[in-house]
């Protein structure tokens, strides 16, 4: 069966970086997109952004264009998200996504990143 | 940027059927998409493309998309349905693919 496993939270001051992992298994990684979405506390859900592990192009929501950057290992079936110069307000849950077209048929279970000074 | 608006919350009772609205401007040109959240839970697909249903969902669950407004509709309610419901379309305006999630709206079974 799919299974997206994340890597674990992380706690990082203001202007600092993180990176998440999203390790895919039980399909051919290369055959689907992959979506990064985030949710902030209590709040709804925001698209940031797809990478195509097949190829490595990316699509980023302009929101976070400059900031993050979407990259894939092959080798290991991992996707990566890099977000730069965190804010308080990029605390969330980030979750790594296969998409299914346009929908995302199968999700990780999340990664909390804090953001505090 | 593509905006789309859902009621913050609807209110049902067990064995009821609740419907969930999506707006947006010509919505009927886009695929909708529908997810289930269930607090401290990653976000389950439960209606992609309008109205398709992903294997083990029930088809209690449908969903609807005209003009302005796409709708997801639970029918004969149950206790575990309560959850946030949130709407998702992709759009390519020229650019690669982008998408937009509509604000969620909170599904309390009374």
């Known amino acids: 069966q799919v299974q997206l496993v994340q890597s674990g939270g992380e706690v990082r001051k203001p202007g600092a970086s993180v990176k998440v992992s999203c390790k895919a298994s039980g399909y051919t990684f290369t055959a689907y997109y992959m979506h990064w979405v985030r949710q902030a506390p209590g709040q709804g859900l925001e698209w940031m952004g797809w990478?195509?592990?097949?190829?490595?192009?990316?699509n980023y929501a302009q929101q976070f264009q400059g900031r993050v950057t979407m990259t894939r290992d092959t080798s290991v079936s991992t996707v990566y998200m890099e977000l730069n110069s965190l804010r308080s307000d990029d605390t969330a849950v980030y979750y790594c996504a296969r998409a299914k077209y346009d929908s995302s048929d199968s999700w990780g279970e999340g990664t909390l990143i804090t953001v505090s000074s | 940027s593509y905006v789309l608006t859902q009621p913050p919350s609807v209110s049902v009772a067990p064995g009821e059927t609740v419907r969930v609205t999506c707006g947006g401007i010509k919505i009927v040109t886009y695929h909708v998409h529908w997810y289930q959240q269930k607090p401290g839970q990653a976000p389950v697909l439960v209606i992609y493309?309008?109205?398709d249903r992903p294997s083990g969902i029930p088809e209690r669950f449908s969903g609807s998309n005209s003009g302005d407004t796409a709708t997801l509709t639970i029918d004969r309610v149950e206790a575990g349905d309560e959850a946030d419901y949130y709407c998702q379309v992709g759009i390519s305006t020229g650019n690669p693919r982008n998408h937009f999630f509509g604000p969620g709206t909170k599904v309390t079974v009374l």
């Open positions: 990478i195509n592990p097949h190829s490595g192009d990316t």
């Open positions: 493309d309008d109205n």
